[in-house]
């Protein structure tokens, strides 16, 4: 069942008519699709957070409510192939890369059908299969990295862009400046996403940067730049399909700072009493998820709607049920991946 916040965000869809509806425009179904990602995603983190609270879940849990619109919107842009690689912020990312729902639970849950085998937890979700190379708990620490991923591609020539996310307290560490700088040098196929949600921690940007406009660093390395909200997620397609397509048609990196905002704390042990109750209800008002969903019921796309949302909680139940049924990983897969296996010398 969806949780008491979704259910207030969302009214419910009017009643399904007796005449059949026109067919929908394909620009209306690909944003039904769009939709479905986003609510997947926001109630996948409204489950991940009830699960964390019940006990059931450990370490840090970093959610992604709020900021549904980026990863949809971006990796929308994306060919199967390209490679993503984000924060510990990466359940949706993972998500929006075609993750399984359920290897996504059970690598919270710690269950050896987790996509990390249940030993990386929230922070690492990493998907072979769909090219999603890991999130990271090392701030920016993966920037580099990315650029590394992105310089295979050039070399072995094989017309992959990598796309690389991270937050705007990641912008004033050294290994961002490393990374985009060799990607602009080399012109590399990049993308590289900064999700400014305007706090790092309970740093306000302001407070940790003296020009708040995160996009004018590429101007340092000759890189092309944008700067967007997140609001409306077919908006996040075109203007990341922009950056995509420089990428893969020239080898060009682009920096593009994408505004968003998360509605929960940093992490689940924040209670994030450094903003304002009216800052947050500012924020909720321009929801992504809302807005899709007023286009879609505006549009008469009411029937679609409440069929997409009763096949999310459908999903969400089976994942549930795989993650709470899974076995945990034994203690053989502790040595093979400690003493032997592919790390050990
Ligand atoms: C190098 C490093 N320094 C500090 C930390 C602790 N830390 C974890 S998350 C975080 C804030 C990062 O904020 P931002 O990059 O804006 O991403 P967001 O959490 O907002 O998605 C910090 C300081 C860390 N993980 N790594």
Redesign the pocket.
């Known amino acids: 069942m969806a949780t008491a916040e979704t259910m207030a965000a969302l009214s419910p869809p009017p009643a399904v008519g007796v005449a059949a509806a026109p067919r929908p425009s394909p620009e209306l179904e690909h944003l039904a699709k769009l939709y479905r990602q986003m609510f997947l995603i926001r109630r996948v983190e409204e489950e991940s957070a009830r699960g964390y609270a019940q006990g059931k879940i450990g370490g840090f849990l970093?959610l992604y409510i709020g900021q549904e619109a980026v990863a949809v919107g971006a990796l929308a842009a994306l060919e199967p192939d390209d490679y993503v690689m984000t924060?510990?912020?990466d359940h949706g990312i993972a998500l929006a890369k075609g993750m399984a729902p359920g290897a996504l639970l059970a690598e919270l849950y710690g269950k050896a059908t987790g996509c990390s085998k249940g030993l990386g937890g929230s922070m690492h979700m990493f998907d072979k299969e769909h090219h999603m190379l890991g999130g990271y708990?090392?701030?920016?620490?993966h920037i580099p990295l990315a650029a590394g991923v992105a310089f295979a591609s050039k070399y072995r020539e094989d017309g992959r862009v990598t796309l690389c996310f991270?937050?705007?307290?990641?912008?004033s560490?050294g290994a961002f400046h490393e990374g985009v700088g060799l990607a602009a040098l080399w012109k590399l196929p990049i993308v590289f996403i900064c999700?400014?949600?305007e706090?790092?921690?309970g740093?306000p940007l302001s407070r940790s940067m003296s020009v708040e406009d995160v996009s004018l660093k590429a101007l340092g390395y000759g890189m092309d730049r944008d700067r967007f909200f997140a609001d409306d997620v077919l908006e996040v397609e075109r203007r990341i399909g922009e950056a995509v397509k420089r990428a893969r048609e020239q080898s060009t990196p682009t920096l593009v700072e994408v505004r968003t905002y998360?509605f929960r704390g940093?992490s689940m042990s924040d209670p994030a009493k450094y903003r304002t109750p009216a800052e947050l209800e500012e924020h909720k008002s321009r929801d992504p998820l809302h807005r899709a969903r007023t286009v879609l019921l505006e549009q008469g796309l009411g029937p679609k709607v409440e069929e997409l949302e009763k096949s999310v909680e459908t999903d969400i139940a089976d994942a549930l049920k795989f993650a709470e049924t899974s076995p945990e990983p034994g203690l053989d897969v502790l040595e093979e991946t400690t003493y032997s296996g592919p790390f050990a010398y």
């Open positions: 970093h924060t510990y912020r708990g090392i701030v920016g620490s991270f937050g705007e307290g990641a912008v560490i999700e400014n949600n706090y790092a921690m740093t998360r940093h």
